[in-house]
Nanobody
Framework: VQLQAFGGGLVQAGGSLRLACAASGRVVDIDRMAWYRQAPGKQRELVAT???????NYADSMQGRFTISRNGAQNTMFLQMNNLRPEDTAVYYC?????????????????WGQGTQLTVSS
């Protein structure tokens, strides 16, 4: 699975932006996808997740401002970000989890995109 994130840029506080993550390769094997972000000097943190069934989960600080979604073909994931704040400035990464289930075990494999920079000016 290959992931490519794009759509970052410079936005004023209070503005909106939509990020996209294009998945290619064995997309049918993806169990769930997520957005993470990493601000300068900070650890990477989870932003939101979405399963194949469309169930979503958000970090508390993004709840109500960010919306994660996937297209019908399940090969593109989006992150709609509204009411952006300077503290949202970070590199945003897309992530995909591939689950391999056999009789003996269940294994999960992580895939990451290259990241896209979002800068929110005050």
């Amino acid at each position: 699975v290959q992931l490519q994130a794009f759509g970052g840029g410079l936005v004023q506080a209070g503005g909106s932006l939509r990020l996209a993550c294009a998945a290619s390769g064995r997309v049918v094997d993806i169990d769930r996808m997520a957005w993470y972000r990493q601000a300068p000097g900070k650890q990477r943190e989870l932003v939101a997740t979405i399963t194949n069934s469309g169930a979503t989960n958000y970090a508390d600080s993004m709840q109500g401002r960010f919306t994660i979604s996937r297209n019908g073909a399940q090969n593109t994931m989006f992150l709609q970000m509204n009411n952006l704040r300077p503290e949202d400035t970070a590199v945003y990464y897309c992530n995909a989890i591939v689950k391999v289930v056999t009789i003996e075990s269940t294994q999960e494999f992580d895939y990451w995109g290259q990241g896209t920079q979002l800068t929110v000016s005050s």
